[in-house]
């Protein structure tokens, strides 16, 4: 997609899903844009968070409801630090903290009792935030029913609308780092 610095690259996952519904109609199931970091050269391309919408479908066999039961619709996940772990590179994962470390501000204050820094690290590391559904549609300033986190897209062309604005913004914020 585009170079971050020292032959760092961002790397761009596309999946789409549909299915057959009555008289050969197409019904949407699922799209995802995924974001990988990696060197041209190198295969190693962990995945640092994806986009995902996915619809009112069957997804149990049997009844219709969204994937991932009251998950948001459309929402982001964050996989870097599992992407990073599930290589078992100790080096590649010390490689993230660095940078967390080299990160922070110098406005950034301590509070006690606190363990020691090694300790808060590897518990950060070892959480699945993967599991997290960071919902990107919630109207939650909406009343009751109109305050939903899952949405599901009436049209195709509201999933291709989807796909070009979050690929227009994902460009804009991936310029930042």
Do not use: C
Request: glycine letters at 6%.
């Amino acid at each position: 997609m585009r170079e971050l610095r020292d032959d760092l690259w961002v790397w761009l996952g596309y999946r789409e899903e549909w299915e057959r519904g009555e008289r050969e109609t197409l019904r949407f199931r699922t799209v995802s844009l995924t974001v990988h970091f990696g060197l041209k050269a190198d295969r190693f391309k962990p995945q640092m968070f994806r986009l995902e919408w996915s619809g009112w479908a069957d997804w149990t066999r049997g009844s219709l409801s969204f994937q991932g039961g009251n998950a948001g619709h459309p929402h982001w996940q964050f996989d870097a630090l599992e992407s990073l772990a599930d290589d078992g590179s100790a080096e590649r994962a010390d490689m993230l903290r660095e940078l967390l470390r080299n990160d922070t501000e110098d406005t950034v204050r301590e509070f006690a009792p606190q363990l020691p820094e090694s300790d808060v690290r590897d518990l950060v590391s070892r959480q699945a935030l993967s599991r997290i559904h960071f919902p990107s549609a919630a109207a939650w300033w909406n009343e009751p029913p109109r305050d939903s986190h899952a949405h599901s897209p009436g049209r195709s062309a509201d999933v291709r609308s989807w796909i070009e604005r979050s690929l227009s913004y994902l460009a804009g914020e991936l310029a930042r780092l």
